[in-house]
């Protein structure tokens, strides 16, 4: 089976730097998403990680350690509409892909 | 490309009626995912497809729920009879290959409330 660990909430400020922590268990790995879920709608993708080390896209960044089961998603410069639900997502064999509870970030102004 | 389809985005309905989700994937994609997401649970995996193929169906919480895919551009999702727990946001995903690096696409969700 699979565990997914993250936070449940977040708060930081307007141009801040957030890290959302994540951690799994899981019986075969095929890599690590990152999704982001605005309210009431469906998630979309953010970042995919299956080699150790640091995935940087923009504003966003997405490390991973499989030795440890852990991932992180770091949020820069953040902006009011970063404010949203952050899921971490596990692949096993198969392509099954499993979600955490989320991590919900409010930014304040 | 229009994305994931699905429907109805609203339904509501009382206890022990028939529902049907109906989604189609997006052009191409060969597999094809269906999420339940509830504030208590999160976003639970129910079944998947590969190719019309129900691979994995695990997540079925019961008999009351039945998928099909009858051909690559559609999926139905059935909840007979239907109950107040069943109350949440059915999503719909597709994607292409089995490589670990491909990204699901999900479509905007059907949010159901039983009565």
């Known amino acids: 089976g699979q565990n997914i660990d993250q936070p449940t909430e977040m708060t930081a400020t307007e141009g801040a730097i957030v890290q959302i922590n994540c951690t799994y268990q899981?019986?075969?790995?095929?890599?690590l998403f990152w999704y982001q879920q605005h309210a009431g709608e469906a998630p979309t993708f953010l970042s995919y990680?299956?080699?150790?080390g640091l995935e940087e896209k923009g504003r966003f960044s997405s490390f991973l350690s499989r030795s440890k089961g852990y991932s992180y998603l770091l949020l820069k410069e953040l902006q009011m509409k970063d404010s949203a639900s952050y899921l971490c997502?596990?692949?096993?064999?198969?392509?099954?892909?499993?979600f955490g509870g989320g991590t919900r970030v409010l930014v304040k102004p | 490309d229009a994305g994931v389809i699905q429907s109805p985005r609203h339904e509501v309905t009382e206890m022990g009626q028939e529902v049907t989700l109906r989604c189609k994937p997006i052009?191409?994609?060969?597999?094809l995912f269906w999420y339940r997401q509830t504030m208590m649970r999160g976003l639970e995996l129910l079944i998947y497809?590969?190719?019309?193929?129900?691979?994995?169906d695990s997540g079925m919480p019961e008999d009351r729920f039945s998928a099909k895919m009858p051909n690559a551009s559609f999926s139905t999702l059935k909840i007979q009879p239907s109950e107040p727990r069943d109350s949440a946001v059915y999503f719909c995903?597709?994607?292409?290959?089995?490589?670990?690096?491909?990204?699901?696409?999900f479509g905007a969700g059907s949010r159901l409330t039983v009565l």
């Open positions: 995903a597709s994607s292409r290959g089995p490589s670990g690096a491909n990204v699901l696409t």
């Open positions: 899981t019986s075969g790995f095929n890599g």
């Open positions: 990680n299956v080699l150790d």
């Open positions: 997502a596990v692949k096993a064999a198969g392509n099954k892909l499993t």
């Open positions: 052009s191409g994609h060969d597999y």
């Open positions: 497809f590969n190719n019309n193929v129900p691979i994995d």
